[in-house]
């Protein structure tokens, strides 16, 4: 079917006798003499004004088309006289594909809530709101590719069926071919238990062991009964690990990435965000201008916690050296001390993961987190322990066995080399450049608990 | 930590005075006055060799490393006299990050078996093979996003979880919060079944009817308990679907993808793919450069049957209409008779998918398969069943209710549209782009019945 997409159909620099588009109709108003049809196809935001003289046989083929109803329109592309679009089509014939009733089309040209949008996943990528925010996933996704091609990382894919569950049992969903109620899992499909992975670190780590410089970009999992606006059970994580690396350059990866996907979206997304900027959160492009125009702040936890005793500020968790940092602290840090993204590092090594590379103070580890405004933690990472006996020791201090780790100790066995790597969430990442603030909203078909329709 | 990659120091073009560069050694051989040094990064296939002069402090520093050591060598960057490189590294000095034992490292120089690396799959990336593997499937990922972003689709990311059963749940793996033995699904984390994704496509259609073009690129999965060389339990998908598009369209897409993940393959990756070529399947390069240099084949299934029919070759299964092709007619097809991939399209209803389009014929479906040479089927689509009496009529024939595809139908009921999408298997292009042939090969840590580790 030959036809022009409505982003190129507008972005046209000369008249042309006859072009044929594609979409849904947004909006239908009928004059005397023609009929104004907004048809839009989902590559941009703008819509292909369409011009029907009354009267014509392409106004008999458009018949009853309203709103929702998928049509195309053949037609001339002239410069529009009217004000808000350059080009307007001056529709010679029409075919109608399918129609929506207006009875039951839920999609009528109103303000509809949020949650009331959820409950229609299928068909809110057709709104404004959400065709702008999954553009806009898919620019920040093709961003970060880029991002980490350019400094030679490999994309590797970690599994997400893991029989690791090292991390907390607790919070990670099992996966079975057997029968619900039966439990023989010597029976199962791997013969042990099986999960869904919560991180593809520890396989990044092992591939980071031999290409260099890897990172993974796939869906994660959680199975945290908690219902807020920040928690999925399903979300998807990038997770860079390079070897021959330390904190400080995991800091620069962290900075460097997020100040890329930034202006990417600034320099890709421009219509997309302004009806973020105007409809959701205003300031926002301002926001993320001043993101990327100066560098990031990098604070020890140990000054960060300092900051936070002494800023007279009352927190719902007092903060000492030793606790870990609530959303309402960091983004005290972020929003209001520094005002800007900030990484903190050095954390005491009781409230990170036994993998971190402890500091010669005996008290902290080598992690980080990136904070921003907004949103809290962006990243977390950590420089990692790549000195055997040192993790073998701390694993045995948090009552595990290192022969459980077997392969991960090998890759201290042979050839160990410093090496960094980092989580960001990029439903976070999402949140931060539209200013959505519900997590179920940068997902198209979110999962949370009882949440799985579509 | 400033260094250099080898892959960016390989491409020199002049002498430094210093650079550094961190890896792991391959091989080492000491002669009287000094010791060659083979060091690889990860970033390339290709080697640095650095020279250490006997009894200089940087000879001291480099002890005891051997193959498999982590070590970084600083030095001048020099025009190499020997064969094969064209520059070479004269140490300055060393630092050794991690020893590998000879005696338990177990990837010493010497030829090892597929069987044996997959024991081993922490370590497999360091090998020439397993590197240039997880390279190119890096690249073949970066070559799928920049082809679709470049025909402006939108990257979407469909659920892993997912409460449809509906392509035979027997295949699909289930995914539970509760204990085992537990079958109240009620009080399970979602409140009913959950399976993992099989397919995102009925998903990726309705984000196709709003955003216009999208596409997955995500882990699916499989419970089969087959054992063979071509199916993982968990693989990766790419899932196309373009509103307002036909069957042509669909073969025209599904070429042109192929085509451009070969083309970028044989610019980007030429040294690894000279190594499969070498090594795994000769003529490959060859092959690939043949695959791009004319245009695929096409033929219907009926023209396919007859052609098979009348071939004189002798088949396992015997064919006539209304029999699926097995792999040995469609490599028949590819290989010896086009010579070539060969899309096959209108395929009788019976064998293929409910939501396929109905032909006018009242026998053929608007399917259609792709077949390469070697592989089989690459890829596999249809135009969908867009008009809703139709895709009801279908359904109920087939003994199920269109009600438990409610929102499905409801894209059927609301501004429906001609669309098409299809479904391409990434481990099956990379096995067709390295000559591997056992798909445990191109994924870093594969899942097949009773394999879960690492």
Chains 1, 2 share one sequence.
Not at 371 to 379: A, D, M, N, Q
Request: glycine share 8%; proline share 4%; net charge negative.
């Amino acid at each position: 079917m030959q036809r022009t997409l409505i982003i190129d159909a507008l972005a046209a620099t000369e008249a042309q006798a006859s072009i044929t588009i594609c979409g849904w109709i947004r909006t239908r108003r009928d004059a005397k003499e023609f009929s104004f049809v907004e048809l839009n196809d989902g590559s941009c935001l703008g819509n292909m004004q369409c011009i029907v003289d009354a009267g014509t046989t392409a106004h008999a083929q458009l018949d009853q088309a309203a709103t929702g109803a998928a049509i195309s329109v053949t037609g001339e592309l002239v410069a529009s006289p009217g004000k808000g679009q350059l080009w307007e089509i001056r529709a010679q014939s029409v075919t109608v594909f399918g129609l929506a009733d207006p009875e039951t089309f839920p999609l009528q040209k109103k303000r509809h809530s949020d949650e009331f949008l959820r409950t229609i996943a299928h068909l809110r990528s057709r709104t404004n709101k959400y065709g702008a925010a999954f553009r806009i996933r898919s620019e920040a996704g093709q961003a970060v590719h880029q991002f980490f091609q350019s400094r030679r990382f490999s994309w590797v894919h970690t599994p997400v069926l893991t029989g690791a569950d090292c991390e907390g049992a607790g919070e990670m969903f099992r996966v079975t071919s057997l029968e619900p109620g039966d439990k023989d899992v010597a029976a199962d499909f791997f013969g042990r238990q099986c999960n869904l992975t919560v991180s593809g670190q520890l396989e990044a780590e092992a591939l980071a062991m031999g290409l260099g410089r890897v990172y993974t970009f796939g869906p994660t999992f959680r199975a945290e009964n908690s219902n807020t606006p920040r928690h999925a059970a399903e979300f998807w994580m990038i997770e860079p690990e390079m070897a021959f690396a330390d904190l400080q350059d995991l800091m620069e990866l962290g900075e460097s990435l997020t100040r890329h996907v930034i202006e990417h979206a600034l320099a890709h997304c421009e219509s997309d965000l302004k009806l973020f900027d105007s409809f959701v959160d205003k300031g926002l492009i301002e926001r993320l201008k001043g993101m990327v125009a100066a560098p990031f702040a990098r604070v020890s936890y140990t000054e960060a916690v300092e900051i936070l005793q002494k800023c007279g500020k009352e927190f719902a968790f007092p903060v000492s050296f030793g606790t870990d940092l609530q959303t309402e602290h960091e983004r005290y840090l972020a929003e209001e001390h520094f005002k800007k993204p900030v990484a903190v590092y050095d954390y005491p090594k009781e409230i990170k993961a036994f993998y971190m590379r402890q500091n010669d103070d005996g008290k902290t580890v080598a992690a980080m987190d990136m904070l921003v405004p907004r949103i809290g933690e962006l990243i977390g990472g950590s420089q990692r322990e790549e000195r055997l006996d040192r993790l073998t020791a701390r694993i045995q201090e948090l009552g595990q066995n290192p022969e459980d780790y077997w392969w991960y100790m090998d890759l201290r066995r042979f050839g160990t080399a410093p090496h960094a790597g980092f989580g960001l969430g990029f439903e976070r990442l999402l949140m931060m450049l539209t200013g959505i603030t519900n997590i179920r909203d940068v997902i198209a078909f979110p999962r949370t608990p009882g949440n799985l329709e579509f």
